[in-house]
């Protein structure tokens, strides 16, 4: 869920947020509903940002904080920022002990070198690809020497860009666009952003989802300086 440059798309993500808020925290999976290789990941990000304790986490595009708080179960300092103010006032109402902020991906709210560990869950999909690079240059600027990244959501299993249009989310038709982009691709442009890429799991399409369509999850750190 981001920001500039294009105020078409980020009006219509956050109108569209805003429109399925309610709709969206009944029909998405909880943690505990998620598959055990995308619950290990999440396992294997909390316990690596907890162990290195290099500062707090952002969960950006949280939502309606589910996986904000189960991180936080899980010992990591962690706190969200979302686009849509109708998701935030729901992580603020069902999670009041975590802070939860309005704000941007492309221009987040956090100096530099702040945080210990970036999550990005199922949140950057909307972004269309030529700005992917504005926002892995955030995560870049805002993480510390040696801080963590978790970059999860959909991704293609060909080496095309597939454009998902408009569609409606439960009773309510939404404005957004999932941009969806091969793992490799991701890989290279988190690469170009200083990142270097620790691992990758790439998950096998489920039965009846959308062509093209498959899951990705990467782990990525900010280099050491010097």
């Known amino acids: 869920m981001t920001d500039n440059p294009s105020p078409t798309y980020l009006t219509a993500i956050r109108t569209s947020y805003d429109t399925v808020a309610a709709d969206y ?3 998405v999976k909880t943690p505990a509903e998620l ?11 909390a ?13 950006l595009g949280c939502g309606p904080g589910r996986v904000t708080a ?13 686009l849509s103010p109708k ?6 109402d069902a999670y009041p002990d975590l802070d939860f902020t309005v704000g941007s991906m492309t221009a987040l709210p956090i100096r530099d070198n702040a945080l210990g560990g970036v999550l990005a869950y199922y949140s950057t999909h909307h972004t269309p690809p030529a700005q992917l690079p504005t926002l892995y240059a955030e995560f870049h600027r805002t993480l510390t020497p040696g801080g ?9 299993v ?5 454009l998902f249009p408009t569609q409606a989310y439960g009773d309510h038709p939404v404005s957004y666009e999932s941009h969806l982009i091969p793992t490799e691709r991701i890989a290279e442009l988190l ?12 998950q096998e399409r489920t039965e009846g989802a959308t062509a093209n369509r498959t899951f990705a999850t990467l782990l990525a750190r900010k280099p050491l300086v010097g």
């Open 148 to 156: 963590l990244l978790m970059l999860a959501g959909h991704a293609t």
């Open 47 to 59: 316990e690596s940002v907890r162990t290195a304790g290099l500062g707090p986490v952002a969960d």
């Open 191 to 202: 690469r170009r952003a200083g990142f270097a890429v620790t691992a990758q799991l790439v």
């Open 70 to 82: 189960h991180l936080a179960a899980l010992g990591v300092p962690i706190f969200g920022i979302d």
């Open 25 to 27: 925290v009944q029909l």
């Open 35 to 45: 598959d055990p290789l995308s619950r290990a990941m999440l396992t294997a990000f």
């Open 87 to 92: 998701m935030t006032e729901l992580a603020r």
């Open 158 to 162: 060909d080496e095309q860009v597939h």
